[in-house]
Each structure stands twice: as C-alpha cells, then as structure tokens.
C-alpha cells in the first residue's frame, strides 16, 4: 500500500495548462465582448494586407490593358470583370486599398500631430493664446468639410501628398478641440499641481504628466478619424479632385469611366462600391469598440458624415 | 439670460471676421492666374497688367481684403470674372435650390431618426432596436455619392427606370420642382438620420433611467406619456446641438448630390468656380455658406439656453 502511494512519485514540474498568448487572450475577450468590433478589425486586417501585398495579391497591374478583355463581366479569370480600357478590376480594387490605407494612415497621423499640438498647448497656456487660437479653430470648424478641402485642393493642385496635407488640416481643427478639452480636465487633476509644488518645468509637466493621460483620448480620435478620411477620400477623387489617374482610387474608379459605363458594365462601379463601405464600415465599428473599451467617456461624442 | 445671449453674440463675431478672412485668402492661394488663363496662349506682359489692373488684381492684398469687406459689409459680392455677373443675383438664384434640397433632407433626418431612436430606446436590444441600429451602420458607413449611383444603377438594371435628369424650374411647375428633389434628399438624409438616430436613443436611454422617470412611471402614466412627455424633452437637448452640426455635413453633401443629379444649386456652382479660378465666386459662396452655419450655431445656443433651465451663463 505504501509502496504503491510512493510509485506515485510528484513530477518536478507539473505540465502547465496550455493557455494562449497574453494578447491572443485579449483580443479573443475583445471578440467576445464586442462582437462588431471584431469584424471590423477583420476587415481593417483584410484591408492592411491588400495594401502591403497589392503586388503579389492582385493577378495584374493596375493599369496593365489586357487584350481583347474589354468590359467582361465577372468570371473565373477576372473575378470582377474588366473595365473600359481591359484592365481587371479586382487588381483595381486591391491597389485602391494602397491608396485609401496610405492617405488614411498618412492623414491621420499628420493631423493627430497638429491637433495635439494644437490642442494640448492651447489648454496649457491658456490666456490670450487659447482665446486667440481657439476663434481660429471657431472660423475654421464653421466651414462645412467638403467645401474647405476642395477649396484647398484647388489652392494646392492634385496629388498625393496635397491631399494628405489637405485632407489633415481639416481634421486637426476638430480633433484639437476634443483634445484641448481633454487636457484641461487632466490639468484639473492634483498631480499635476504637486508636480508644479515640486518645481517641474513646463516640458517635463506636459511630456511626463499631462501627454500620457491625454494619450487615450488621442488613439481613439485617430482610430475614428480613419473612417472619415477614408470616406472624405473617397469622395474628392469622385469629384476629380483627388489623385489623378490612371492610379486607382475607388472613388475616381466610381466617377469619370464608371459612371459613364454603368449601365453596360454595371461591376465597374458596384465593386469599388462595395469597397469603399466595407472599408468605411470596418474602420468605423473598430473605433467605435476601442472607444467602448479604452474610454466610455467618449461615448456618443459625434462623428461626422458627409 | 440676456448677458449670455450679448456674450453669444460677441464670440460670434470674430469667428465671422476670421472666416471671412480664410474665405478671402483661400481662393487666392490657387497656383495658376486667372488673367492667364483667360487670354490663354494670345496674352503679352502688357495685356496681362492691363487685365490685371481692370480686374483691381495688382492692388497689395490687405487692400483687396479691406475693400471687399467693405462692399460686402454694402451687400455687394463683386461679379464673376468670367461672365461679369453679380455673384449676388446667381446666388439669390441658386441659394433657393440648395435650401430646398438641404431643408428636405434634414427634414428626412429628422422624420427618420428621432421617432425611430425613439422606438430603439423603449425596447432596447429587441429585434427592432437591433434591425435599426444595423441600418444605422449602414447608413453611416455608406458614402452618399455610392447610394445615390447604386439608387440610379439599380432600377436600371432591374426594370430599365432611369432618374430624369433634367432640372425643372419651380416657375413651370411647382409640385414637378419639389418631387424633383425627393430622391436626392433622401440619400442626403440617410446619413445625418443614422446619426441623430443613434443620439436620440442613447439620450433617451439614459433619461429613461432617470428619477423623474421612474417617478412618473410610479404615478401610473401610460407609457406614451412618460416617454414622449416626460423623457424625449429632456433626451432631444443634445439631439438639437448635433441638428445644427447636421447642417454643415448636410452643405458638403449636397454639393456632391447636386453634381450627381445635375441640380444648378450652389455646390455645382462651387465646383465650376474652382475649376475656373473665380475668385469672387469662390468667396461669395463660401461667406454665404459659412454665415449661415454660424448663425445656425447661435441659434442652436440660444435655443439650448431657453430649452434647458439648468444653464445659466
């Protein structure tokens, strides 16, 4: 009997419970809990891989004719048919996700930069300063969106990095105001006057205390904003004013040839179509779900539409 | 009350005077001449000056700044520098059509996405608060110039029905010139109403969780009362702020619809103008614009005042 007991020797290490990665685990509690979220995240996923990829992913070169393939309904070789001048329109779509991940990302950036700048210095200096910038950002957030970037976009010609610029300035106004408020409520706090008592200067008071808890309200912005400038894209190559042809963006894909071709070749425009929503959706429902879960302060706080 | 109506007033001003600003150096900034681009290759440097004189474009800029702000300050917008125009006549033209496309549309807003926030709300997470926010994403998540191509795409290809294209006036006929819009403000609507539908239910949402409510419910009222009574006054306070956001999403969407439904309104008109470099063009509509978005946000301040009691400035 003891003997028995004793063969039941105590391995020296017990075999952990297999359990997933820290983040894997997250993100899986995060699929759970928002549901949307996550199949916005697929599709943001999706949408970064067709743009880093566009090369291999798509069979053909965006602007490459190919013969005897004009306007041909979709089939197993061109899975969304040809356009007007033979070029395949599913490799279209997927270097058209470059351009809408390039100008989304690039903008957001850009505009994140000066809106902190913007906003975080406006809140910290106060004064005549706040009072002064703050009527600027009054004048230029009265503007309604679409009219002050084509009037940029005409004031700066086309092109790729004009509309970055473009597309940035506007967003920044917006985003500054949400984040000035941000930071005169971590100003508010106490730790910030004990820093003060302690004899920090001004650098170290906004890198060390204030930027850090600002720095949420800022991913959340960004994330938001991604959707809009995509959206906003989209929109200004429609008009003609975004980047020029024969590049493939989806909004220029639904103007000019699309829109001429409709009715013969109705999966010119119904693809890009598809596109640019299910992009817009994507972006949207993850931001939407970070906010739920990083801030529930921002809850409701308004997105535009255009 | 009064001191905040005086303070409101006062703040709007600069930020008029700053957007009159950026309305006047914005066009301005245009690379390209437009007294090139008018006498095209046949210009010499002494036509040029000449044009250039006549068309008061080789004053130093602060001059033209302080004169146009002048004659506005008259009433008078300057004229076209293509066709010699008033800008003021084609814009008490054209600012009518685009009022009534933007006035239906926001009225479609408004129709849709309050009473349906409002049925979202009082049964939450039932099918048809499911069914209506998954439209809502939908409607936010959808370009306005995609629906209107697939609104114009898909009869057609069903049932061979094409929009009519051609504009009507409201002096031929009347009912024709209103139903004419019908189409584009809706798909103008769509977008702004998923939003206040959204507003509307996660504002009545949380008033309905309020004390008041529950002491309404309490006294016995029926349902219709405690909800549209007692709790959507309370719910539509923020919804009115975001109205007013509205109107300026509503003004960059309608120069997109407009140009898809070939509506002569002031966003076609804009477009054109950018393209042809006239500058006074370019600044007439955009001062109109953004004077009726400021005052549209003052308004909504005011009303915000005399419908909440609680703020006092």
């Known amino acids: 009997m003891m003997n028995s007991v004793q063969t039941l020797s105590v391995p020296e290490r017990l075999p952990r419970a297999w359990r997933l990665p820290a983040l894997a685990r997250t993100l899986l509690r995060f699929g759970r809990r928002k549901p949307l979220g996550a199949i916005g995240g697929v599709i943001v996923l999706a949408l970064l891989v067709m743009a880093i990829f566009a090369d291999r992913i798509a069979p053909y070169a965006y602007d490459q004719s190919i013969p005897a393939a004009r306007t041909k309904p979709p089939s197993a070789q061109f899975w969304m048919g040809t356009d007007n001048l033979s070029r395949d329109v599913w490799s279209r779509v997927v270097y058209g996700a470059r351009i809408s991940v390039t100008v989304g990302f690039a903008t957001v950036a850009l505009a994140t930069l000066m809106a902190a700048t913007v906003g975080v210095s406006s809140a910290y200096l106060g004064g005549v300063y706040d009072i002064v910038v703050q009527r600027v950002v009054d004048a230029w957030m009265s503007f309604p969106a679409l009219v002050v970037i084509l009037s940029l976009m005409a004031a700066l010609g086309p092109g790729l990095p004009n509309l970055i610029f473009a597309l940035s300035i506007l967003g920044a106004a917006t985003a500054s105001r949400v984040i000035r408020g941000s930071t005169l409520s971590v100003m508010a706090n106490p730790y910030v006057e004990a820093a003060r008592a302690l004899g920090a200067g001004h650098v170290r008071i906004v890198t060390v205390y204030v930027l850090p808890n600002v720095m949420a309200t800022i991913i959340i912005l960004s994330t938001i904003g991604l959707g809009t400038v995509i959206l906003a894209e989209s929109a200004l190559s429609f008009l003609g004013f975004g980047i020029p042809p024969p590049y493939p963006s989806w909004g220029a894909m639904l103007s000019g040839s699309g829109r001429s071709f409709i009715y013969h070749a109705p999966w010119m425009a119904l693809f890009p179509s598809a596109a640019i929503s299910l992009a817009v959706f994507g972006f949207n429902m993850l931001g939407d779900a970070l906010r739920d879960v990083l801030d529930p302060r921002l809850r409701g706080s308004g997105r535009s539409s255009s | ?313």
Do not use: C
């Open chain 2, 1 to 313: 009350m009064r001191n905040y109506i005086l303070r409101r007033l006062l703040v709007a001003i600069p930020s008029l005077l700053i957007a009159s600003l950026i309305v006047f150096t914005l066009p301005r900034l245009i690379p390209g001449d437009v007294v090139q681009l008018m006498l095209q290759e046949k210009a010499y440097g002494k036509d040029l000056e000449d044009l250039r004189a006549k068309l008061g474009l080789n004053r130093p800029i602060y001059v033209q700044y302080g004169e146009w702000l002048l004659a506005v300050g008259g009433g008078h917008l300057g004229e076209s520098l293509w066709t010699r125009q008033p800008v003021l006549a084609e814009l008490t033209r054209r600012l009518p059509v685009t009022a009534t496309l933007g006035g239906m549309a926001l009225g479609v807003a408004i129709l849709i996405g309050i009473p349906v926030g409002v049925v979202a709300a009082v049964r939450p997470d039932g099918p048809l608060d499911f069914f209506a926010r998954s439209v809502a994403i939908l409607g936010l998540s959808i370009p306005g110039f995609v629906t209107a191509i697939l609104v114009t795409l898909l009869p057609a290809i069903w049932w061979g029905w094409t929009p009519r294209t051609r504009f009507v006036e409201f002096s031929a006929d009347p009912a024709a010139y209103v139903l004419q819009f019908v189409l584009p403000a809706v798909i103008l609507g769509i977008a702004s109403a998923a939003g206040i539908m959204r507003l509307t239910r996660g504002m009545l949402l949380e008033v309905l969780r309020q004390d008041y409510v529950r002491t309404a419910w309490a006294k016995g009222l029926r349902e219709r009362i405690v909800v549209l009574k007692h709790a959507l006054k309370n719910a539509l306070i923020p919804v009115m702020t975001v109205l007013g956001l509205q109107v300026a999403a509503i003004a960059s969407g309608a120069v997109i619809v407009e140009w898809i439904f070939g509506i002569p309104g002031m966003g076609q008109f804009l477009v054109d103008a950018i393209v042809q470099r006239d500058y006074p063009v370019i600044q007439g509509i955009n001062l109109v614009i953004v004077t009726i978005i400021v005052v549209t946000n003052l308004t909504v301040d005011l009303i915000y005042a005399v419908l909440d009691p609680r703020i006092r400035y």
